[in-house]
């Protein structure tokens, strides 16, 4: 039973830590004057990755990496066909943001990089430094093309009032911030020690537990974020968070966790579980490009199709022996 506790409290305690620390960091962005689709892409994408980014890093350094990968891996394939799918299924998701074909495709190539990596069986601290200097690049672009196009934030309106209630005070919104950062550090200990309790109970690998459990539970502030501009009808900042996040969680939370510590790649990962990834978001792409809504159908075909990712974890991924050299580094 402690297991549990010690699961369920670790995702209550990260859910809440993320919202307090997405609240803050929109405050700040807020404050200088950045608008509200960059905050999805870069601020709020980065608030709901914290999670993911904390989990990561103390299962790297818990001896647990293939919750580490596993983690980041489900939690992208969550974040397109359960966070996208599911609100979809509600209220047809619009994408027509400006810039949105360029991040889309942007991700593609973070993810096609990211399977590139893993390819050599695990990633190290060179690859590591790689993917944070991209994410640092996709940042620096995306806050000097807003600039650059002069679209102010005055133009946006209060789009983004009513997604998260955030401070005004200078001293409460880095109150907010501390007290986020507290809450995912002490969040992800419990979550981290019950998921592997978990893992051993069910007699499953962590790799499993990592792309279900945890990754749905750290995916859980994409979600409420992704549903409360869908009911916004704000499609460019619901999908600029999913895109934003699955960039930060390949880029920033890999990407800083091999730069701590090796991070093996399970054969399973390899075989498997990075291509529905990848294949997750290759699928965004049309939508992008041809400014398609995401409407009823799509998601119900999204949501179906994670329900099948899941299912497949647990009741078997047919892996054969790669007969490489280069696995065996």
């Known amino acids: 039973m402690l297991i549990y506790l010690q699961l369920v409290g670790g995702l209550v305690i990260l859910l809440l830590g993320g919202d307090f620390l997405v609240r803050g960091a929109v405050a700040l962005a807020r404050k200088l004057g950045v608008s509200p689709l960059v905050i999805g892409l870069t601020v709020v994408a980065f608030g709901t990755s ?13 001896g647990v990496p ?9 939690s992208n394939v969550a974040n397109v066909f359960l966070v996208l799918g599911a609100p979809a299924v509600m209220f047809p998701i619009v994408c027509q943001a400006p810039s949105l074909n360029r991040d889309v495709i942007v991700m593609i190539g973070a993810s096609l990089l990211f399977v590139a990596f893993c390819w050599g069986g695990v ?5 590591g430094a790689i993917l944070v200097v991209l994410l640092l690049a996709f940042l620096i672009n995306s806050y000097v093309s807003e600039r650059r196009d002069g679209r102010g934030h005055e133009e946006y309106g209060e789009e983004f009032d009513g997604i998260a209630a955030f401070p005004r005070s200078v001293l409460v919104f880095l109150g907010f911030i501390a007290v986020g950062l507290v809450g995912l550090l002490f969040g992800s200990h419990l979550l981290i020690d019950g998921a592997v309790g978990v893992a051993r109970k ?7 537990i990592g792309l279900t459990l945890v990754a749905l539970g750290t995916s859980l502030p994409e979600l409420a974020t992704t549903i409360a501009a869908a009911i916004r009808k704000q499609g460019g900042i619901a999908v600029g968070n999913v895109v934003g996040s699955n960039m930060f969680n390949i880029l920033g939370v890999m990407g800083v966790t091999s730069l701590i510590i090796p991070v093996p790649v399970p054969e399973q990962t390899l075989q498997f579980d990075l291509w529905v990834m990848l294949g997750a978001s290759v699928v965004l792409l049309p939508f992008a490009l041809r400014n398609i809504p995401i409407g009823r159908t799509a998601g119900v075909v999204f949501s179906l199709a994670y329900l099948g990712f899941i299912f497949i974890q647990y009741f078997g991924v047919p892996v054969f022996p790669l007969e490489t050299a280069y696995l065996n580094l």
């Open 66 to 74: 293939g919750l580490a990968i596993g983690n980041v891996v489900g």
């Open 202 to 208: 069910w007699d499953v690998s962590e790799t499993v």
């Open 50 to 62: 914290a999670p993911e980014l904390i989990v990561s890093v103390e299962a790297a350094l818990d």
């Open 123 to 127: 990633l190290v601290a060179w690859q």
